[in-house]
Each structure stands twice: as structure tokens, then as C-alpha cells.
């Protein structure tokens, strides 16, 4: 298993209430991205977080918001949630840099549902 | 739009054996990174291998390795001497990195099954 963990593991949430998932980034990695995986589907790419700052972001709403903290943890927060928001959510950190790549290790994921 | 696709939603293979997953992707960028990911039933995504389209020599890592053809834009993965173990579903990734703005794509994925 990775070093990263997310929480909580499952969640059960209304239409029109809001979301807070959380992720502990494996140690020394500073980038963190976030995924929306739909059952049977690949992951869609959400945004990606360095150093605090957002430098990567794929096509979600801007309900769908983030925060990178300075112990490089962090937050996906969806607002307004609607019923295709179900899905499972997976962090993935690394030590990436601005210019950089490397491997991502992803977390076990949170998976919520909407009813 | 950059995309990728993975055609084959199922596959399976006798244990020992050799299988290739296909996976072809579209974009107009020059420099990215193309990865294949494993997603055991219930378990966390990890990366099997990883290439940088700038390296024209195909990445091998133990019994995994690719085919990665970048006129065609396809990058496929070969699993030699299936193991039970390697049952799972793998996706096909790309990422892009411009003036240090990150994006991923993921396939749909391919579900491989090892048979006794």
C-alpha cells in the first residue's frame, strides 16, 4: 500500500448539500491531483496542487474547489452536489515540481453517494 | 482534444502465458508522458511503467513492458508470464505539462483476467 490515505472511506450526501474530502499526502511529496473515477469508468482529472497553489486543472465546474495546506494535506469541496457526483474520489501525490514529473501515488479513495 | 482510448473493455489470459493491451491516444502536443496504471479488485491504483514520448527506446520494467509507436500514437502493454496476481483493471494515461500547468487523461480501462 502507499503512504497516502483519504477520508473518509464512504459518504452518503444529499442533492444541494455540500462535500469536504480529505487526503494526507505520502511524506516529502508536494504536489497532490484529484480524481473523479464513475463505477466503470477511468479517472477524470480534477485539478492538481503545488506547493499550495492550483497548476493544473481538467473540465469540473467551479463547484468543485480545492486547498493544498502547508503540510501539503488537503481538500476536494464540492458544493451544490448533484446525483451524478457519485463517484469515487482518489488523491494522488507526488514530488513533482513546476517543470517536473514523477510517479503518483494514489490513496484508496472516498467513495460518495448522492441521493 | 487530446484523448485516449482503450478498445478492449475485457481480455484474459492463461496463467503463464503473454498478453498486449492496446491503448491509442490523440493529442498535438510534442512532450508528454504516457503511463499504464493497475487497479487490483478493492485495492489502490498503482503505476505498472511509465514513457517519455522524447525517449524513442520502449520502457521494460520486470514482465511489463511497452510498445510505443509515436507517429501512430499508440502505446500498448505486454504483459509476459501472467500471474494470477496480475488480474485487475489497467488504464492507459496521459499527461501534458505546459508553462507548469499539469493534466491527466485516463482511458476507460482494459479488465484482465488471469486464468488457472
Known amino acids: 500500500e502507499t503512504g497516502v490515505t483519504q477520508s473518509p472511506t464512504h459518504l452518503i450526501k444529499t442533492r444541494g448539500q455540500q462535500v469536504t474530502l480529505r487526503c494526507s499526502s505520502q511524506s516529502g511529496h508536494n504536489t497532490v491531483s484529484w480524481y473523479q473515477q464513475a463505477l466503470g469508468q477511468g479517472p477524470q482529472f480534477i485539478f492538481q496542487?503545488?506547493?499550495?497553489?492550483?497548476?493544473g486543472r481538467g473540465n469540473f465546474p467551479p463547484r468543485f474547489s480545492g486547498l493544498q495546506f502547508p503540510n501539503y494535506s488537503s481538500e476536494l469541496n464540492v458544493n451544490a452536489l448533484e446525483l451524478d457526483d457519485s463517484a469515487l474520489y482518489l488523491c494522488?501525490?507526488?514530488?513533482?515540481?513546476?517543470?517536473?514529473?514523477?510517479?503518483?501515488?494514489f490513496g484508496p479513495g472516498t467513495r460518495l453517494t448522492v441521493l | 482534444a487530446q484523448t485516449v482510448t482503450q478498445s478492449q473493455p475485457e481480455m484474459s489470459v492463461q496463467e503463464a502465458e503473454t498478453v498486449t493491451l492496446s491503448c491509442t491516444y490523440d493529442?498535438?502536443?510534442?512532450?508528454?508522458?504516457l503511463f499504464w496504471y493497475k487497479q487490483p479488485p478493492s485495492r489502490q491504483m498503482i503505476l505498472v511503467i511509465r514513457q517519455e514520448a522524447y525517449k524513442q527506446q520502449n520502457a521494460t520494467e520486470n514482465r511489463f513492458s511497452v510498445n510505443f509507436q509515436k507517429a501512430a500514437k499508440s502505446f500498448s502493454l505486454k504483459i509476459s508470464d501472467s500471474q494470477l496476481g496480475d488480474t485487475a483493471m489497467y488504464f492507459c494515461?496521459?499527461?501534458?505539462?505546459?508553462?507548469?500547468?499539469?493534466?491527466?487523461?485516463f482511458g476507460t480501462g482494459t479488465r484482465l483476467k488471469v486464468l488457472a
Open positions: 494515461a496521459f499527461m501534458t505539462q505546459n508553462s507548469g500547468t499539469y493534466k491527466y487523461i
Open positions: 493529442t498535438s502536443e510534442n512532450n508528454y508522458y
Open positions: 494522488a501525490s507526488s514530488s513533482a515540481g513546476p517543470t517536473t514529473t514523477d510517479t503518483q501515488y
Open positions: 496542487y503545488y506547493r499550495e497553489e492550483e497548476n
